[in-house]
């Protein structure tokens, strides 16, 4: 099983990116998959979730500019980042979980910079 994370990159404050997670091994339709990042020296952070049925979350400081997403034919989940600010700046990572409140599987993640 691998979830597999791409599409950061540097960008500035403003910009957006939308971040790709790749699934495979296995099935993920009916898990749960998620979005968390790791700022340097940070915990790492929840930021988004949707449910197998389509149910997003997302926490307070990116609701309004995330938008997450997920294609179960392809087995695919997705993170459109608008105007990202520099304290976006960390590793994203995907994950995949039986609800948005355990997670199971945990991908390598992918890193975003934001310049002020």
């Known amino acids: 099983v691998q979830l597999q994370a791409s599409g950061g990159g540097l960008v500035q404050a403003g910009d957006s990116l939308r971040l790709s997670c790749a699934a495979s091994?296995?099935?993920?339709?009916?898990?749960?998959l998620g979005w968390f990042r790791q700022a340097p020296g940070k915990e790492r952070e929840g930021v988004s979730c949707i449910t197998s049925n389509y149910t997003t979350y997302y926490k307070d400081p990116v609701k309004g500019r995330f938008t997450i997403s997920r294609d179960k034919d392809k087995n695919a989940l997705y993170l459109q980042m608008n105007g990202l600010k520099p304290e976006d700046t960390a590793t994203y990572y995907c994950?995949?979980?039986?609800?948005?409140?355990?997670?199971?599987?945990w991908g390598q993640g992918t890193l975003v910079t934001v310049s002020s």
């Open positions: 091994g296995r099935t993920f339709s009916s898990y749960a």
């Open positions: 994950t995949a979980g039986p609800s948005c409140r355990g997670y199971e599987f």
